[in-house]
């Protein structure tokens, strides 16, 4: 069973041909092993903020 998925204007254009983005593979490769060691931590507060601090700047765009 397939689902399909609309990426709206503004969506598609975070990720244009032509951008480049840098990953940390290193970072990458031990996040996946603290992930499976058990030993990964959520911080869920500097989540939570970073959650907040998004939708506050959402807000404020959309009211522009």
């Known amino acids: 069973m397939g689902v399909t998925v609309t990426l709206s204007a503004q969506t598609q254009s975070l990720s244009a041909p032509g951008t480049s983005e840098v990953v940390d593979t290193g970072k990458v490769e ?7 060691s058990g030993s990964f931590k959520v911080n869920a507060e500097a989540i939570a903020d970073k959650l907040l601090s998004n939708a506050k700047e959402m807000l404020t765009a959309a009211r522009r």
């Open 30 to 36: 031990a996040m996946r092993s603290a992930i499976q």
